[in-house]
């Protein structure tokens, strides 16, 4: 399975499938590609996911790191629970805004 990044409007995306080392690269292109179009909030969904390796953590922190050069609030939507677990864990709930 693969990955979709799909734009619903400048302001939001919904992501889906499988993050891992085969689908982030791409990702994270198509991602900032959508960020630097937003205004001043990006919202990605990720209801959609239904795998995510470390590569799905490095990736909402390199959309985040992204957004805060351009002045852009990133929030994510519908974090699957593990990844939210891992989040977490990892004391990254101050970097990244899960709702």
């Known amino acids: 399975m693969?990955?979709?990044l799909i734009a619903i409007n400048p302001q939001?995306?919904?992501?889906?499938?499988?993050?891992?080392?085969l689908t982030g690269k791409a990702l994270i292109k198509e991602?900032?590609?959508?960020?630097?179009?937003?205004?001043s909030k990006w919202q990605v969904d990720l209801a959609g996911v239904d795998h995510s390796s470390s590569v799905g953590i490095a990736l909402l922190l390199?959309?985040?790191?992204?957004?805060?050069?351009?002045?852009?609030?990133?929030?994510?939507l519908n974090v699957p629970k593990k990844m939210q677990d891992v989040i977490?864990?990892?004391g990254l709930t101050e970097f990244l805004t899960l709702n």
């Open 31 to 39: 991602g900032r590609n959508l960020i630097a179009k937003a205004e």
């Open 62 to 76: 390199d959309w985040q790191r992204y957004s805060l050069g351009k002045n852009i609030s990133l929030e994510l």
């Open 2 to 4: 693969t990955a979709q």
């Open 88 to 90: 977490e864990f990892s």
């Open 12 to 21: 939001q995306a919904q992501l889906s499938g499988r993050l891992d080392r």
